[in-house]
Each structure stands twice: as C-alpha cells, then as structure tokens.
C-alpha cells in the first residue's frame, strides 16, 4: 500500500538560508514520501548563495530554489500542506496566515548562518552547521511510523525533534 506524499513547509523570515536548506534536504531525503517547499514572512531580495553551496556540496540539485511568501501558500489553489515547520525564532513569534488542511506545527528554530561574520570558510561551516543539524532532524521525522501513530502523538514527536 502507498501512503500519501506528505507535504511539508519550511518557514523563516527572509527564507533565503535556514528554510532553502530544509526545502532541499527533505526533498532529497524524503523523496516518495514527502515534497518540501519553503517560505518567508518578510522574503530576501534572494536566496543566499551559501545555502545552494551548501546544498550542493551535500549533493543535493540547486536548480529551481527561489524566495517566497509564505502567503502563496495560504491561497486557494495552494498545496494543502500537512506539517509547517518554523527554522528561526523571528518566524516562530509571529502571527502565521491561516494553512489549509490544518498542518501539524513544530519550532525547529536554528541560529541564523547567514549572520555569522568572519571569512569565506568560516560562513560556508555555518551553513553546512546549520544544514547538518537540519538533516538530523529531517532523518528523525522520517524515522518516525507516521501510519501508525495518532496526529496527537506524531504532534508530540516532532515538538520533541526540534530541541534535540
């Protein structure tokens, strides 16, 4: 039996660094089962050109990233989505738009790399910090038996997975 692809929003701020990151890594992990998109409150002029280092240092395709608002996927004809994950605190505190399909929620809350200063190598080992600490949290919820637990208990697990 197939389940369903579950569809799954990543939010931040600008989304042009911690949310590209969890975009690219779920849907290279969790291909078949999950289809990952990202988005921001107040969006970046661009995406930051450290994330697609780091993604593609990781392996994964760089094509077809682009900055979004997250209310592109509050309207009528948008993906319903079935989990939204916040990846900085500026996004967690703020009033979200309303997601069809009542998503589950958690605050996966990370510091923001594209903050670090210092020198090339020191950003580029923020990013690949960041977006290593996003893998494990990804493989854990792709870990979880989502067909066999309750939404009440999966609600919990991935609460649980963002202050780990």
Do not use: H
């Given at each position: 039996?197939?389940?369903?692809?579950?569809?799954?929003?990543?939010?931040?701020?600008?989304?042009?660094?911690?949310?590209?990151?969890?975009?690219?890594?779920?849907?290279?992990?969790?291909?078949?089962?999950?289809?990952?998109?990202?988005?921001?409150?107040?969006?970046?002029?661009?995406?930051?050109?450290?994330?697609?280092?780091?993604?593609?240092?990781?392996?994964?395709?760089?094509?077809?990233?682009?900055?979004?608002?997250?209310?592109?996927?509050?309207?009528?004809?948008?993906?319903?989505?079935?989990?939204?994950?916040?990846?900085?605190?500026?996004?967690?505190?703020?009033?979200?738009?309303?997601?069809?399909?009542?998503?589950?929620t958690a605050h996966?809350?990370?510091?923001?790399?594209?903050?670090?200063?210092?020198?090339?190598?020191?950003?580029?080992?923020?990013?690949?910090?960041?977006?290593?600490?996003?893998?494990?949290?990804?493989?854990?919820?792709?870990?979880?038996?989502?067909?066999?637990?309750?939404?009440?208990?999966?609600?919990?697990?991935?609460k649980a997975i963002?202050?780990?």
């Open positions: 039996m197939n389940e369903k692809i579950r569809n799954v929003l990543f939010i931040c701020t600008g989304n042009s660094a911690r949310s590209i990151l969890a975009e690219g890594l779920m849907n290279s992990l969790g291909a078949g089962r999950f289809k990952a998109w990202s988005a921001g409150s107040k969006p970046a002029g661009r995406v930051n050109p450290f994330a697609l280092q780091t993604l593609a240092s990781l392996g994964i395709t760089t094509d077809g990233y682009r900055i979004k608002n997250w209310d592109e996927f509050a309207q009528a004809g948008a993906p319903e989505i079935d989990f939204v994950f916040t990846v900085c605190d500026n996004a967690a505190g703020e009033t979200c738009p309303y997601w069809p399909g009542q998503p589950m996966w809350g990370l510091p923001d790399p594209a903050a670090v200063e210092g020198s090339e190598a020191e950003k580029s080992r923020a990013f690949l910090d960041t977006a290593i600490a996003l893998k494990r949290r990804i493989e854990l919820m792709l870990a979880l038996p989502m067909s066999t637990l309750d939404k009440m208990a999966i609600q919990q697990q991935l963002g202050n780990s």
